[in-house]
């Protein structure tokens, strides 16, 4: 069985958040490896797919190919382009029942949204709360839903943590103009980036209610893939599809 974090979504939505247990890939990319691009052995990788995919009991598995960008994509079925990954796909949405839309990561968030009959997944990192992406979910989540306009949850999954993510002042700076507060710092006093302060902070504007499943994965090698802590690894992932 795999280990699988469930976020807080309302039904007939249901999201949940891999962690490295339960897959067949090797070190150093053991064991639930959902990626295709991080050199793993393909077959690995398409196994893993498989047993998240019976595990769930979904119909398919939509991936984009995430670029740290802003693109969102509705997805409206499976096909061979959508398991190999939409390009330029930092976020899916779906009102279609049965199809789980995957966002990896490992450091950046995978944010799971749901609202009455649609769904939608984020990737964000430093640049996609820069360039906005779940404020574009948000949106193209708005357009296709069939329901109240309000009425978007939204679940954060797990990722590196303000105290561990440290980066240069300027660019902790460009953050914090996009998003006010999202700029932090380390343990050790240097500056930082808070992803799940500054995610928050833009879902909450949107109107957004927010839950968080928490865990920093640099700081949790048995569990997470952590890109920041060794390089060459798997990614887990957030999936997030109606029921
Ligand atoms: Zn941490």
Same mark, same amino acid.
């Given at each position: 069985?795999?280990?699988?974090?469930?976020?807080?979504?309302?039904?007939?939505?249901?999201?949940?958040?891999?962690?490295?247990?339960?897959?067949?890939?090797?070190?150093?990319?053991?064991?639930?490896?959902?990626a295709?691009?991080?050199?793993?052995?393909?077959?690995?990788v398409?196994?893993?797919?498989?047993?998240?995919?019976?595990?769930?009991?979904?119909?398919?598995?939509?991936?984009?190919?995430q670029?740290?960008?802003?693109?969102?994509?509705?997805?409206?079925?499976a096909s061979n382009?959508?398991?190999?990954? $939409?390009?330029?796909?930092?976020?899916? %949405? *779906? +009102? !279609?029942? @049965?199809?789980? =839309?995957?966002?990896?990561?490992?450091?950046?968030?995978?944010?799971?949204?749901?609202a009455?009959?649609?769904?939608?997944?984020?990737?964000?990192?430093?640049?996609?709360?820069?360039?906005?992406?779940?404020?574009?979910?948000?949106?193209?989540?708005?357009?296709?839903?069939s329901?109240?306009?309000?009425?978007?949850?939204?679940?954060?999954?797990?990722?590196?943590?303000?105290?561990?993510?440290?980066?240069?002042?300027?660019?902790?700076?460009?953050?914090?103009?996009?998003?006010?507060?999202?700029?932090?710092?380390?343990?050790q006093?240097?500056?930082?980036?808070?992803?799940?302060?500054?995610?928050?902070?833009? $879902?909450?504007?949107?109107?957004?209610? %927010? *839950? +968080? !499943?928490? @865990?920093?994965? =640099?700081?949790?090698?048995?569990r997470?893939?952590?890109?920041?802590?060794?390089?060459?690894?798997?990614?887990h992932?957030?999936?997030?599809?109606?029921?």
């Amino acid at each position: 069985m795999l280990e699988l974090l469930e976020a807080a979504l309302p039904a007939p939505a249901r999201g949940v958040f891999t962690t490295r247990a339960g897959g067949v890939s090797l070190p150093p990319w053991e064991a639930l490896n959902l990626a295709r691009h991080v050199d793993d052995a393909h077959a690995k990788v398409m196994h893993n797919r498989e047993l998240l995919s019976d595990q769930l009991g979904v119909d398919a598995l939509v991936f984009g190919k995430q670029v740290h960008g802003a693109g969102v994509r509705v997805v409206k079925g499976a096909s061979n382009k959508t398991a190999r990954g $939409l390009d330029d796909t930092d976020g899916l %949405v *779906t +009102t !279609v029942p @049965g199809l789980g =839309l995957v966002m990896l990561g490992a450091d950046c968030l995978p944010v799971l949204l749901a609202a009455d009959g649609v769904v939608g997944a984020a990737h964000v990192g430093r640049l996609g709360l820069v360039k906005g992406v779940l404020t574009e979910v948000v949106r193209v989540m708005r357009e296709q839903g069939s329901g109240d306009p309000g009425g978007i949850v939204a679940t954060i999954g797990p990722g590196i943590c303000s105290h561990c993510y440290e980066v240069p002042a300027s660019l902790a700076g460009e953050v914090e103009k996009a998003v006010p507060g999202a700029r932090s710092t380390t343990r050790q006093g240097s500056t930082s980036v808070d992803l799940v302060k500054g995610a928050r902070s833009q $879902l909450t504007a949107e109107g957004v209610a %927010v *839950t +968080t !499943v928490g @865990g920093c994965t =640099l700081e949790q090698p048995d569990r997470f893939f952590s890109y920041r802590r060794d390089g060459l690894t798997g990614r887990h992932g957030g999936v997030v599809w109606l029921a």
